[in-house]
């Protein structure tokens, strides 16, 4: 049974690096480069955004008043996130190397790039970074919630359980009691 599991993650990994792939050129037919970890668009397609970009006042005056009335509610969860972010980050630095867990590098999770597109304007960059953020912010956390499970608990649950991490699939079947046993006794 663990070998049918292991395969059929290993389809799973090769069907996310084929989608990899397919989306690299998708990247590479839009003429932009990255170099030294900043996008480089050609001139024509920086223009090209540019003439595409909608001026705030428009887009404002455009707005449903709904829309407008809700920023204040999307943005106060700003708060949280921050303090998520400094309590997870503070977790992470104090415990993982007490348990040897390795640490989950951040700017792997969290991306700002957006807010560098010319055709969006100062409003839609701005909730461009906070949407890259807050899910960023939510991923990395997850990632660091994961690794600590792996670490503390790796058993899975007795129900099916909706959007597992990429970890759960190495977990212990629950009430499997052997092999929980075998993985504690088992040196790291």
């Known amino acids: 049974m663990r070998d049918t599991v292991s395969n059929l993650v290993e389809r799973i990994r090769d069907l996310e690096q084929e989608l990899e792939?397919?989306?690299?050129?998708?990247?590479?037919?839009?003429?932009?480069?990255?170099?030294?970890g900043r996008v480089?668009?050609?001139?024509?397609?920086?223009?090209?955004?540019?003439?595409?970009?909608?001026?705030?006042?428009?887009?404002?005056?455009?707005?449903?008043?709904?829309v407008v009335l809700s920023a204040p509610v999307?943005?106060?969860?700003?708060?949280?996130?921050?303090?998520?972010?400094?309590?997870?980050?503070?977790?992470q630095a104090i415990c993982f190397p007490i348990y040897g867990i390795e640490k989950v590098r951040r700017r792997d999770y969290i991306s700002l790039d957006r807010r560098h597109l010319a055709y969006l304007n100062g409003l839609e960059k701005l909730n461009c970074v906070y949407c890259g953020y807050g899910n960023g912010l939510l991923a990395y956390t997850r990632e660091?919630?994961?690794r600590t499970e792996r670490h503390w608990c790796p058993i899975k649950h007795a129900d099916k359980m909706q959007g597992t991490h990429r970890h759960y699939p190495e977990?212990?079947?629950?009430?499997?009691?052997?092999?929980?046993?075998?993985?504690r006794n088992s040196p790291n």
């Open 144 to 146: 660091i919630a994961a």
């Open 74 to 91: 999307i943005y106060s969860v700003i708060l949280p996130l921050v303090l998520l972010d400094v309590f997870v980050t503070l977790y």
């Open 171 to 183: 977990f212990c079947e629950y009430g499997d009691a052997d092999a929980y046993q075998n993985r």
């Open 21 to 36: 792939d397919e989306f690299a050129r998708r990247r590479a037919a839009l003429n932009y480069t990255i170099e030294h």
């Open 40 to 66: 480089i668009f050609e001139r024509d397609v920086r223009k090209h955004h540019r003439a595409l970009r909608h001026k705030l006042g428009s887009y404002l005056v455009h707005a449903r008043p709904l």
